[in-house]
């Protein structure tokens, strides 16, 4: 697990160099609050409150001004009015902002519009009233699995249905599948392995290094070679409470600032068009550059360890480590 996130952040900003100098701004956003976990953990209180403190005791010192983006349906129904207020007031307490990912992160390829519409007005009846308590609005939505409609006709009204609600839609630019490394990094948690653990952890900031090299040009061609303010989107879950503080540097490094989420919407680009109607979840940046007809470059896959641990099981990858550790 990483330790003193601050003096990690401190001593790479101080070793970047001229890349500091650089003027790029990144808006931080965790998806699928409370907590990436199994259900009983968000049931039981006390589990769910560590899970929580230990993920904010991570982040919030790093001062990253980001946005939480919440399932209210992730909290059992026994537990939910009492013990969801209280987790995100934590967030709240601890300068986050928070937005709508729906109540049961419904997938829109497998409903109705109307469906996906009411899942996301049943996804802030605790959060709307909790954030008007303290004199704030309910304004940011980010659609699960960055699914915004497979068809135009969904397409649209799911984004006339969210502006209607007031909603403004959070973008994603950069997506680095960090929820993929985390499944894995949960699977080598149940084996009790810390050497997988490090592992994976260290292919996570691999990858992430790996998919800023993509990504940073890959905008700059749809601005006409200026960076716009990038948005990315990682989860809440153990692989970030204990490797956040790296990621956090690697952009740092980079020259990165950290903004929240409307200073870096403010960026013209999010004023772009997008009319990517596929059945695919994507970064923003693909469906602009499809929206103004050129053909789309993807991002590097993640390792082809972690995508094939992903499929399986934690048996399964038991089973793969010990065959690499015993193979000539």
């Not at 839609?169 to 699977?187: E, G, L, S």
């Not at 596929?278 to 993807?298: E, F, K, M, P, V």
């Amino acid at each position: 697990m990483i330790s003193r996130p601050l003096l990690v952040a401190a001593l790479v900003f101080g070793l970047a160099g001229p890349a500091a100098a650089q003027q790029r701004a990144v808006a931080v956003t965790f998806d699928d609050l409370p907590y990436q976990a199994p259900e009983a953990a968000l049931c039981d209180p006390d589990a769910a409150r560590a899970l929580t403190r230990d993920l904010i005791a991570v982040v919030a010192p790093l001062d990253t001004h980001g946005t939480i983006f919440v399932n209210e349906g992730k909290v059992c129904d026994a537990q939910r009015a009492v013990l969801l207020p209280e987790l995100l007031t934590l967030w709240l307490d601890a300068g986050f902002e928070v937005g709508n990912h729906t109540f049961s992160h419904i997938n829109i390829h497998q409903n109705t519009a109307e469906a996906y519409l009411a899942d996301a007005d049943r996804g802030a009846e605790i959060t709307r009233p909790l954030l008007e308590a303290r004199g704030q609005k309910l304004r940011w939505f980010r659609h699960p699995y960055l699914f915004t409609g497979e068809t135009p006709e969904k397409h649209a009204a799911i984004a006339s249905g969210l502006a209607e609600r007031g909603y403004e839609v959070a973008p994603v630019t950069i997506d680095n599948v960090d929820w993929m490394f985390a499944d894995v990094y949960r699977k080598a948690e149940r084996l009790d392995d810390p050497a997988l653990k490090a592992r994976v952890g260290e292919a996570y900031v691999a990858y992430m290094t790996t998919v800023l090299d993509f990504f940073e040009p890959y905008s700059a061609e749809i601005t006409g070679g200026r960076e716009p303010a990038q948005v990315l989107l990682l989860h809440a879950n153990s692989l970030n409470r204990d490797y956040y503080p790296r990621i956090h540097a690697l952009y740092l490094a980079r020259g990165y600032r950290f903004v929240s989420l409307g200073e870096a919407l403010a960026d013209p680009i999010y004023s772009h068009a997008d009319s990517y109607v596929r059945a695919n979840g994507i970064s923003w940046l693909h469906r602009w550059t499809r929206t103004d007809g050129r053909a789309i470059r993807w991002e590097p896959e993640p390792p082809e360890w972690i995508v094939a641990a992903n499929r399986g099981t934690a048996e399964d990858l038991a089973a793969a480590q010990s065959a690499a550790r015993t193979a000539p």
